[in-house]
């Protein structure tokens, strides 16, 4: 994979140095490699979140190597590392906790898996706290630059690797119940649900909805987007990627509501507004 792009997404934040130094650590092994920053702002250990971050940007990104590092420390330490090949060539490098299940997926399946386990392509003396630098991003470079996957490590049964698995809304009668699933820049609160599923529910576009979340409920309109509100005003649409967000009109939503990432939402039907051809039916004819 000799002068391609390295996709990183990390939950390190911008507050630091770490990045930079992952980056570093790449331009020594593979100078010609182009690196896409993705994301660097994951919760700090959450997978959930980068795994369902990584999914709804990876169809976006240049075919390459998907540089992915959130992983969780526990009593047993750090998870393997695994470089998966997938159907369309690409290859995660990444812990095996589920982090990129989504996006390999998305991409069509894995075709083939290997082990990070030859310290050969690893930093010397690697630290117990900062993988990314001292194995993930060293083995990454390596394979932009041309190395064989087969030389990362023993190759492992795919059926093995951890999978993440995201919670689905349901739909119920006349109401979906789901939760927040992403927090955007602007505060918008994704949903783990679509447009379907609201119109499983009878939930039409224009519609009026009942939306409660925590202690609060609220009588908003299901409107193609945010513009369609007053300044300030709160609503229910669809964000990019056709997931049903809450969204306030030059505001956050994620302050106005105090809602976080996995907090419960149901969106319930509320009876239309009679249409003008209903009224004009109602009306006395002349005699």
């Known amino acids: 994979m000799a002068g391609s792009w390295i996709n990183f997404l990390s939950d390190y934040g911008v507050d630091?140095?770490?990045v930079g130094v992952c980056h570093g650590v790449i331009a020594r092994h593979a100078p010609s490699t182009r690196v896409l920053d993705v994301?660097?702002?994951?919760?700090?250990?959450?997978?959930?979140?980068?795994?369902?971050t990584l999914a709804g940007a990876v169809g976006y990104l240049p075919a390459g190597?998907?540089?992915?590092?959130?992983?969780?420390?526990?009593?047993?330490?750090?998870?393997r590392g695994v470089a998966v090949r997938t159907a369309d060539r690409s290859v995660f490098v990444c812990p095996d906790?589920?982090?990129?299940s989504l996006a390999w997926e998305a991409l069509g399946g894995i075709a083939?898996?290997?082990?990070?386990?030859?310290?050969?392509?690893?930093?010397p003396l690697p630290t117990a706290v900062f993988r990314g630098r001292d194995v993930y991003a060293p083995v990454a470079a390596r394979l932009a630059a041309g190395l064989d996957l087969t030389d990362v490590g023993p190759r492992l049964?795919?059926?093995?690797?951890?999978?993440?698995?995201?919670?689905?809304?349901?739909?119920?009668?006349?109401?979906?119940?789901?939760?927040?699933?992403?927090?955007?820049?602007f505060g918008n609160?994704?949903?783990?649900?679509?447009?379907?599923?609201?119109?499983?529910?009878?939930?039409?576009?224009?519609?009026?909805?009942?939306?409660?979340?925590?202690?609060?409920l609220m009588r908003l309109t299901f409107t193609q987007t945010y513009g369609e509100v007053p300044r300030g005003g709160v609503t229910v649409c669809e964000d990019a990627l056709r997931r049903v967000m809450i969204a306030v009109n030059c505001g956050r939503a994620s302050?106005?509501?105090?809602?976080?990432?996995?907090?419960a939402v149901v969106i319930a039907q509320l009876p239309r507004k009679p249409s003008a051809f209903r009224i004009v039916q109602d009306l006395p004819l002349p005699l």
């Open 189 to 216: 609160l994704s949903l783990n649900m679509t447009r379907i599923d609201l119109e499983a529910a009878g939930i039409l576009l224009g519609d009026p909805v009942e939306v409660r979340a925590g202690n609060r």
């Open 157 to 185: 049964d795919p059926a093995s690797l951890t999978r993440f698995r995201p919670r689905a809304c349901s739909v119920d009668d006349d109401h979906v119940h789901g939760e927040v699933v992403s927090i955007d820049h």
């Open 255 to 263: 302050d106005a509501l105090r809602l976080r990432r996995q907090d």
């Open 97 to 100: 906790n589920g982090v990129a």
């Open 112 to 123: 083939d898996v290997y082990e990070i386990a030859n310290r050969e392509f690893w930093l």
């Open 16 to 18: 630091d140095a770490c």
């Open 39 to 52: 994301c660097h702002s994951i919760a700090p250990q959450d997978v959930g979140h980068a795994a369902i």
């Open 65 to 79: 190597i998907h540089l992915v590092v959130v992983e969780r420390l526990d009593a047993d330490g750090y998870t």
